[in-house]
T-cell receptor, first 117, second 113 residues
Framework: EADIYQTPRYLVIGTGKKITLECSQT?????MYWYQQDPGMELHLIHY???????EKGDLSSESTVSRIRTEHFPLTLESARPSHTSQYLC????????????????FGPGTRLTVL | ELKVEQNPLFLSMQEGKNYTIYCNYSTTSDRLYWYRQDPGKSLESLFV?????AVKQEGRLMASLDTKARLSTLHITAAVHDLSATYFCAVAGYGGATNKLIFGTGTLLAVQP
């Protein structure tokens, strides 16, 4: 059973506001990810982390930033939200090997649907 | 650069029929995943395929991997309405734990009564 949580689930804010999307997992996974997905479209990786104090930008350029101070927590921050940031944001985590077997299956949180007016 | 293509993008099928979704990828990979996404929801893991010839089955879904052809298939047997969802394949570049997943465009499956 995958235990990965995102808050808030829905957020409607005005342009220029600073926001932080929270993501936490209780599985002890080293790897965590943020994806952006527009309705009915493919997922685009915007940030990832392979462990504490490790963060990298993904394939899709994003004005957001992330931090990884604790294994279980991977928040995403937008300093100044714009309408172009309106999208669904999905957090995921994975572990490359479990009990000696390669897996690296990514488990996804429920998502945050962000609307910037 | 790893690219992942799925087809068809949209599939409307009748209950009780069989069909196959295809996932092609452009460079060598050692891991391929299938996910399901219901409308407005997050992604749920279905299968992970790790080697050439791997076959996994769960209920009416069966996934297979041909690494030489760089092709995975997701076969649906005797479709039921509950299988209506978007199905994504995702491929990891070859070489170990640091490689990221590249997702396909998704196949929207609509099963009609």
């Amino acid at each position: 059973e995958a235990d990965i949580y995102q808050t808030p689930r829905y957020l409607v804010i005005g342009t220029g506001k600073k926001i932080t999307l929270e993501c936490s997992q209780t599985m002890g996974h080293d790897k965590m990810y943020w994806y952006q997905q527009d309705p009915g479209m493919e997922l685009h990786l915007i940030h990832y982390s392979y462990g504490v104090n490790s963060t990298e930008k993904g394939d899709l350029s994003s004005e957001s930033t992330v931090s990884r101070i604790r294994t279980e927590h991977f928040p995403l921050t937008l300093e100044s939200a714009r309408p172009s940031h309106t999208s669904q944001y999905l957090c995921a985590s994975s572990e490359y090997e479990i009990a000696g077997a390669v897996t690296d299956t990514q488990y996804f949180g429920p998502g945050t649907r962000l609307t910037v007016l | 650069e790893l690219k992942v293509e799925q087809n068809p993008l949209f599939l409307s099928m009748q209950e009780g029929k069989n069909y196959t979704i295809y996932c092609n990828y452009s460079t060598t990979s050692d891991r391929l995943y299938w996910y399901r996404q219901d409308p407005g929801k997050s992604l749920e893991s279905l299968f992970v395929l790790l080697s050439n010839g791997a076959v996994k089955q769960e209920g009416r879904l069966m996934a297979s991997l041909d690494t030489k052809a760089r092709l995975s298939t997701l076969h649906i047997t005797a479709a039921v309405h509950d299988l209506s969802a978007t199905y994504f394949c995702a491929v990891a570049g070859y070489g170990g734990a640091t490689n990221k997943l590249i997702f396909g465009t998704g196949t929207l499956l609509a099963v009609q009564p």
